[in-house]
Nanobody, 122 residues
Framework: QVQLVESGGGLVQAGGSLRLSCVASERTFSTDVMAWFRQAPGKAREFVAAISQSGGITSYANSVKGRYTISRDNAKNTVHLQMNSLKPQDTAIYYC???????????????WGQGTQVTVSS
């Protein structure tokens, strides 16, 4: 099981930006589909974005489409989530996840990171 470590969370005002990063421990990172999920207080964890092994296919939740961009650097075993035009409702713990299939990553994940807190003030 791959180890995933997120970073980049913090406190930002509405309209601001943050860039999250997730570093994977394994040498076969390029074979994993990577995704970001989030969990707000009192709510279920929800899918945010995913990216295929090569980076050629991306998928986003409707709530973040046009504001968030997922990308990856296979040479550095890293996946990023650029978050722009942040809203208070984006406040959540953001988790990085790895899986094997971009069509099912929303429902099946092999590994999880510990999460990083994002707080957006109004």
């Amino acid at each position: 099981q791959v180890q995933l470590v997120e970073s980049g969370g913090g406190l930002v005002q509405a309209g601001g930006s943050l860039r999250l990063s997730c570093v994977a421990s394994e040498r076969t990172f390029s074979t994993d589909v990577m995704a970001w999920f989030r969990q707000a207080p009192g709510k279920a964890r929800e899918f945010v974005a995913a990216i295929s092994q090569s980076g050629g296919i991306t998928s986003y939740a409707n709530s973040v489409k046009g504001r968030y961009t997922i990308s990856r650097d296979n040479a550095k075993n890293t996946v990023h989530l650029q978050m722009n035009s942040l809203k208070p409702q984006d406040t959540a713990i953001y988790y990085c996840a790895a899986g094997s299939n971009i069509a099912t990553i929303k429902y099946n994940q092999d590994s999880w990171g510990q999460g990083t807190q994002v707080t957006v003030s109004s």
